[in-house]
């Protein structure tokens, strides 16, 4: 084990802990717990936003698709650079100006129902754990391979590091601790891509050139087709990466760390040009990778290529940028792992237990005592689920994620904002049927049961053919709230004017 290793990982560990204690000591209120008291600038944010998204599956898993499937792999970084579109110029303005800490206080604007109320907690909730797994698998990945630890310890260490950072700083922590990582992970990503053209003396044509000779895939390497063979099936993970950002709880939590809808915009806008050149970068990382380190030395490190990137930072850096590289890896698994435990503990504390079961009589030290057990609720589920999905793309597993948010938040969000006749019903209807339809295929599709053994979760035929079902689910989430709201016999225009003119003013009676 390296000293140096050992070093950074302290280093970057004692100062996200720092920031924890830091933040408990300004986390007073509900307020501050769950949105920072509402404080950040639009840049602050921005940085945060980056911060959670660029999470281990675009630093890890990107680079690993990208080093063993070559142009299949990319889709991944174009799906979730061009999600953010959808986020600023649909999501962002209404969400910020009709919500108080959650998606469900977005919703419940509209509709003061504790059945929708409860439907959104669940459809967080659940978002939130599947995404928490993934990142989870990155990290027991990365420190399995640094300090030669069972992947079941590690899992367990980065599990009580970033239930800590929940539990004493709330959201203050968990932002800060986005922004220091958001900082240090472009700073890696541009000094490795900086190495890595440095060798082609800058020349990208002889890149391209040299990695199509570096692979068993040869030419076609640079072309679409080894992993996503199914036109199909790549048309629904593209939908579920382009949709499913504008559905993510712990993203669209940060747009109530803003004073008002015009810093969100620009939050939105900061993270999109950091999100968008760390997607570029991850291009050179990943033909990075397949040059200097190769294929067998990835596989054999990660069934998944999830330790790619590392391996890379080693190949052309030496032993310094692979513990500098591996310490960043893991802060950012730390962060965004405490922004998932953060927006499920929310919607637990908040909506279910402050809203539904307190019916919004629940003190501020109630509710914080209430969002401190379900972190730890939250955190022990995800660990003990991440444990059976050891040897599973990053990457894909956030995919999932991205299909529920998808198929159960994205189109109540919308049909919230533009579509007068919406209802309760078609609110739950929506909700239910996305949430539902993505977990039961998912269940039944390759991802889950495959013919070779050591390939899924279990071995026999799957019944459903798509491996990410969003091209059916999403579909399913929309056509659930038109048919659940013109059923239904409800109807409350007047509120829906309301709310127009709330979500697109931020207007505010006097008292409200």
Not at 78 to 102: C, D, H, Q, S
Not at 145 to 171: E, K, N, W
Not at 365 to 371: D, N
Not at 400 to 424: D, E, G, H, M, Q
């Amino acid at each position: 084990m390296s000293p140096t290793v050992i070093i950074l990982f302290l280093i970057i560990v004692s100062l996200t802990l720092v920031i924890t204690y830091w933040a408990s000591k300004r986390t007073q209120t509900t307020g501050d717990f769950y949105t920072a008291g509402g404080g950040l600038t639009g840049f602050q944010n921005g940085l945060a936003i980056s911060g959670d998204y660029l999470s281990a599956a675009s630093f890890l898993g990107i680079a690993g698709s990208i080093a063993l499937f070559g142009f299949d792999g990319f889709f991944y970084s174009i799906g979730f650079l061009i999600a953010y579109l959808v986020v600023l110029f649909l999501v962002a303005e209404p969400l910020r100006n009709l919500g108080k800490y959650t998606i469900a206080d977005m919703i419940n604007a509209r509709f003061d129902a504790k059945k929708v109320r409860g439907a959104a907690a669940l459809s967080t909730i659940t978002i939130s754990i599947f995404y928490m797994i993934a990142q989870l698998v990155g990290a027991g990945a990365l420190i399995q391979l640094l300090f030669d630890i069972p992947y079941s310890g590690a899992v367990l260490i980065v599990g009580v590091m970033m239930t800590i950072y929940v539990l004493f700083g709330g959201m203050i922590a968990t932002s800060w601790v986005q922004i220091v990582k958001a900082v240090l992970l472009m700073a890696g990503m541009v000094v490795i891509s900086f190495l890595v053209l440095l060798h082609f003396n800058f020349n990208i044509g002889a890149m391209f050139s040299e990695v199509k000779t570096a692979t068993s895939h040869g030419a076609d390497y640079l072309s679409p087709g080894l992993k996503y063979t199914d036109s199909l099936g790549t048309i629904s993970l593209m939908l579920a990466l382009v949709l499913g950002t504008a559905g993510l709880p712990h993203i669209l939590m940060r747009f109530f760390t803003v004073k008002d809808a015009k810093t969100a915009r620009s939050s939105v806008v900061t993270a999109t040009w950091i999100i968008g050149i760390f997607y570029v970068l991850t291009l050179f990382l990943g033909f990075g990778a397949a040059i200097f380190v190769g294929e067998s030395t990835i596989t054999e490190a990660n069934p998944g290529g999830n330790m790619a990137a590392p391996l890379l930072a080693e190949a052309i850096g030496g032993e310094f940028l692979f513990a500098f590289i591996s310490a960043v890896a893991f802060a950012t698994i730390l962060a965004v792992v405490a922004g998932l435990v953060l927006s499920g503990a929310s919607a637990f504390a908040h909506d279910l237990y402050g809203q539904i079961i307190k019916k919004g009589k629940a003190s501020d030290q109630q509710q914080m005592l209430a969002a401190r057990y379900a972190a730890l609720a939250v955190s022990v589920l995800s660990i003990v689920l991440s444990l059976f999905a050891q040897y599973l793309n990053v990457a894909f597993l956030v995919s999932l994620a991205f299909c529920i948010a998808a198929s159960a938040n994205l189109p109540v969000i919308l049909y919230t904002v533009y579509w007068k006749r919406f209802n309760t019903a078609g609110a739950v209807t929506a909700m239910l049927s996305g949430l539902f339809s993505a977990l039961i295929l998912v269940s039944m599709s390759p991802s889950v049961f495959s013919p070779v053994e050591g390939a899924a979760l279990f071995v026999g035929d799957p019944i459903f053919p798509l491996t990410n079902p969003a091209l059916v689910s999403v579909p399913i989430g929309f056509l659930g709230g038109y048919l659940g709201t013109i059923f239904s016999k409800e109807s409350d225009v007047k509120r829906y004017a309301e709310v127009k003119v709330k979500a697109n003013t931020g207007y505010r009676e006097t008292g409200s």
